[in-house]
């Protein structure tokens, strides 16, 4: 038994710390995870309207290879599970919307590869 524990032990501390517990987020979007591979431009979030309507953007670039495409996927799949629908996808523009906002991730350089992700108010 208490080889049983310690082979446990042993295989949790080898494994564990590769696991991540907690996702990151979008500075300046309260649910918008971050998607792994992605990071966000520093000093570079645009902001401005009040609680009834306004507007949010920022920049995301890629730290390891990736396409929009792999980007896109992603938030197609996780964003519903934030309450997002899909509203539009082209090749280089993604939108949802939730409630009275929409939520567009667009494609601003293919190379080097920049994204802007914004949220702006239906009003």
């Given at each position: ?19 991540t ?21 520093e ?8 609680e009834?309507?306004?507007?949010t953007e ?66």
């Amino acid at each position: 038994m208490k080889r049983f524990l310690y082979l446990m032990v042993l295989f949790l501390s080898l494994f564990l710390p590769k696991v991540t517990f907690a996702t990151d987020f979008i500075d300046g979007f309260e649910d918008v995870p971050l998607m792994h591979g992605l990071k966000q431009q520093e000093n570079q979030n645009f902001s401005f309207g009040n609680e009834e309507s306004g507007y949010t953007e920022a920049l995301l670039y890629p730290v390891k290879k990736m396409t929009f495409e792999d980007i896109g996927l992603f938030y197609i799949d996780v964003l519903p599970k934030f309450g997002w629908l899909l509203l539009s996808q082209k090749n280089d523009y993604i939108s949802f919307i939730r409630d009275n906002d929409i939520l567009e991730i667009s494609r601003q350089s293919a190379r080097p590869l920049k994204i802007s992700v914004s949220i702006k108010s239906k009003n």
